[in-house]
């Protein structure tokens, strides 16, 4: 039973079109976040929400626009896709904004691999 | 800002230690995280230091020294299936999670 899982695991498209990645995670978590891991490598903060409230929005280009609809549910919705967009996107959880106890630990999804030709 | 370095290859062979350096810069520092991250796979936890000292885990151990702005991650007896990257990420400021990511080390472990 995958704790953090995401969706497509793969996704080819063109330069301009519209596409989203869906998340959901059934560990309980009340925080989530989307990462963006480039050709070289680096794993970069996108967002985050903390029972479904943005709070972490790390300089994103509008056309990245999250949507939580409920505590374990985080989709990435991305319009007007460039050559820069391809990457792997992770979705990862963790237990919340509590201090020092193991809260901060992230679990991470699979990744999606997003092409854009 | 913040600068994490770290080696970009590493390679060892098989029962032998090997330390995993990581320096950083950053402002707001909130603790340390060391993650393995097989390729295609996602990065999973292997530990985490806020205070100074060594944090032992079974074959892996990290160290972290605020004041110099240095940690390491210990991998003891290695085995072929530690052939991974392992990324030191910094958290900053109040909110948890805000993890800023080195460009991971490529251990490769030989028979």
């Known amino acids: 039973d995958t704790a953090v899982s995401q969706t497509p695991k793969y996704l080819v498209t063109q330069m301009g079109n519209d596409k989203s990645i869906k998340c959901e995670q059934n560990l309980g978590h009340d925080t989530m976040y989307w990462y963006k891991q480039d050709s070289k490598k680096f794993l970069k903060i996108m967002f985050s929400?903390?029972?479904?409230?943005?709070?972490i929005n790390e300089t994103v280009p509008n056309r990245f626009s999250p949507k939580s609809p409920d505590k374990a549910h985080l989709n990435l919705h991305i319009n007007s896709l460039e050559l820069g967009d391809s990457a792997v996107y992770f979705c990862?959880?963790?237990?919340?904004?509590?201090?020092?106890?193991?809260?901060?630990?992230?679990?991470f999804g699979a990744g999606s691999r997003l092409t854009v030709l | 800002g913040q600068n994490i370095d770290q080696p970009t290859e590493m390679t060892a062979t098989e029962g032998a230690i090997v330390q995993i350096n990581c320096t950083y810069q950053?402002?707001?520092?909130?603790?340390l995280f060391w993650y393995q991250q097989h390729a295609g796979e996602a990065p999973t936890f292997l530990s985490y230091?806020?205070?100074?000292g060594l944090e032992e885990k079974g074959r892996f151990s990290s160290f972290l020294s605020r004041s110099k702005g240095y940690s390491y991650l210990l991998l003891n007896e290695l085995q072929m299936k530690d052939s991974a990257s392992y990324l030191c990420?910094?958290?900053?400021?109040?909110?948890?999670?805000?993890?800023?990511f080195g460009r991971g080390t490529q251990l490769t472990v030989w028979p």
């Open positions: 929400y903390n029972n479904k409230e943005l709070i």
């Open positions: 990862a959880s963790s237990l919340g904004q509590g201090a020092f106890s193991g809260a901060n630990v992230l679990t």
């Open positions: 990420a910094v958290q900053r400021g109040s909110t948890l999670g805000r993890l800023y």
């Open positions: 950053t402002s707001g520092f909130n603790g």
């Open positions: 230091n806020v205070l100074d």
